[in-house]
């Protein structure tokens, strides 16, 4: 879903002494833009995107077994480390490089 393009002229008839800022106010707003349209076309839209706590996280499955996923998209690897493991490390970890997501 796009979003509308937008009119100075609706900011200056709110606000006339807005005039020195139009180009900041414009360059925020296609910003915002971008952004909305990004999680529009590449997350569903912001309902779905806000429910990324869903997903991420530690989170427990019907079969018990509990599933870890983070978003860092620029890592290489990761490693869950604590007393819970059996291991000082869970090895093998690599994210998705498409999305940026580590699933182990």
Excluded at 45 to 72: I, M
């Amino acid at each position: 879903m796009s979003t509308d393009a937008f009119n100075p002229k609706s900011a200056l008839e709110v606000d006339p002494w807005l005039e020195p800022f139009i180009g900041a106010i414009d360059n925020r707003y296609q910003l915002f833009k971008r952004w909305k349209d990004t999680i529009a076309d590449t997350e569903g839209g912001y309902d779905k995107f806000t429910k990324g706590y869903l997903t991420f996280g530690l989170n427990v499955q019907p079969d018990n077994s509990v599933v870890y996923r983070e978003w860092a998209p620029n890592a290489i690897s990761a490693a869950l480390t604590g007393d819970f493991s059996l291991s000082p490390a869970w090895s093998g970890v690599t994210p998705d490089t498409d999305a940026g997501v580590i699933l182990t």
